[in-house]
């Protein structure tokens, strides 16, 4: 009954778009929903990567612990974003920090289990692996955009 | 032969006063003129002045608010006019031309949803037209107001944001590159906030002023979601100097910057944005 509701609720969600009704029941058969407090982690670094988040509310930061520092803030994700790359591939070890900005409502998603189904039906992987390729890409575009420094002022006068 | 002197009046400073002077962060200062004699400065918001530090130089400035009927003019210290200028105490003396340009067509933005997008320095001449649109009460359309700068201390005029965001007919997100520990926005650039704010692209106006290539991405980010290019302004900065289009030293494309703009439909200068000749 749960899964039933949960894919319904994946439907209204770019990031599935493309993925018909059978697909998002097989999906939704590996997630459940989750909440965080604000400062919580949805995970660390280092740790097993055994899940990843779709952001249904509130703001996660991805963070990394830079000695001397603290927690430094490389990228923030948003309601409707996804949390987590890392259990796609090996060694599944996350590579930053995930913790919520602000109180978060997300569905979490067994890395085993969704490896499982779509190694048992490659044409679920691929579509699967479509959707976290553009993940990645907006991700890759959006760090070079930032490496270019956009708000430095080249004028002088 | 001499020439007219309506014909010379644009290229005579006339002379202000600084009446108050405040640093907004580091390397950024505000000043409030007042003239020094004759009317007060007349602006429309999006317009920039020629502001003359005697015996330095002259540079373009950008109109940046008006308080107790003096004009505000935010200068970024970038080189020996501008820190001459930012340098300037209460009471000294500056030439002021101007103002000139184009400006951010407020009324034609009128029942329509209002979508202002500020990079680093560019919320100083996106902010008279933000007050502008806060100011009329009887105005249709939701307003976004969306900022982005390179760290939580390059962000400029952070209280009156702070403001803005508590007023529920705003819309508000501030994003930077980089984060210190203890900043609880977004990270990331200032295009990447416009899928999420609330406006309807089809009848939705964009303000968009930062450096070119932050302008240049947040214009296709607004293109992608909807908004037509015609609706979509932009402040174009070159490097003006007579500031009526008869030097030239701002050339852009067949457009000079300080007469046919700064602030252009971006469906006029969309072609020559991304060209490295121009």
């Known amino acids: ?157 | 032969m001499s020439a007219p002197a309506e014909a010379l009046a644009p290229m005579v400073p006339r002379p202000f006063r600084v009446a108050a002077r405040w640093p907004e962060m580091r390397g950024v200062v505000t000043l409030a003129l007042e003239p020094v004699g004759g009317p007060p400065l007349g602006f429309a918001p999006g317009q920039f002045t020629m502001l003359y530090a005697f015996g330095v130089g002259e540079v373009p400035i950008s109109i940046s608010g008006r308080q107790d009927g003096r004009v505000l003019q935010t200068i970024r210290e970038v080189g020996a006019v501008t820190r001459a200028l930012c340098a300037a105490e209460p009471g000294e003396v500056l030439g002021v031309r101007g103002p000139f340009g184009s400006d951010w067509a407020l009324p034609a933005a009128q029942g329509r949803d209002v979508v202002v997008v500020a990079g680093g320095l560019g919320v100083a001449p996106l902010r008279p037209a933000i007050r502008g649109l806060v100011a009329d009460r009887d105005r249709d359309g939701r307003i976004s107001v969306l900022v982005g700068a390179r760290s939580p201390d390059d962000l400029l005029f952070l209280d009156e944001l702070r403001a803005l965001a508590d007023d529920p007919r705003l819309h508000v997100a501030v994003t930077v590159d980089h984060a210190e520990p203890g900043w609880a926005g977004p990270v990331g650039v200032v295009p990447e906030l416009i899928p999420d704010a609330p406006f309807d692209p089809s009848n939705a106006t964009a303000l968009v002023c930062g450096p070119e290539v932050m302008m240049r991405f947040t214009a296709e980010a607004l293109l992608a979601r909807g908004v037509p290019a015609e609706r979509i302004l932009v402040s174009m900065e070159r490097n003006m100097k007579c500031a009526i289009g008869h030097c030239g030293h701002c050339q852009f494309g067949p457009e000079f910057v300080c007469r046919d703009g700064p602030i252009f439909r971006y469906e006029r200068v969309r072609r020559f944005i991304a060209v490295r000749e121009v």
Not at chain 1, 97 to 105: G, I, K, L, Q, T
Request: proline residues 4%; negative net charge; aromatic residues 10%.
């Open chain 1, 1 to 157: 009954m749960e899964s039933t509701s949960l894919e319904q609720l994946l439907a209204e969600y770019e990031f599935f778009g493309a993925l018909g009704p059978a697909d998002l029941a097989l999906i939704a058969g590996c997630g459940r929903n989750e909440h965080f407090d604000a400062g919580g982690f949805l995970f660390r670094q280092g740790q097993q990567a055994d899940r990843f988040y779709l952001v249904r509310a509130g703001r996660v930061a991805l963070e990394i612990e830079a000695p001397g520092r603290g927690s430094l803030v490389i990228d923030t994700v948003e309601t409707g974003g996804v949390v987590g790359i890392s259990w796609i591939f090996p060694p599944y070890r996350w590579q930053f920090d995930a913790r919520a900005s602000e109180p978060v409502r997300a569905v979490g998603f067994d890395a085993a289990c969704l490896r499982q189904k779509a190694d048992d039906d490659p044409r679920l992987g691929y579509e699967l692996m479509k959707s976290f390729a553009g993940v990645l890409a907006q991700r890759m575009q959006s760090a070079r955009v930032r490496l270019l420094d956009l708000y430095s002022d080249v004028r002088t006068g």
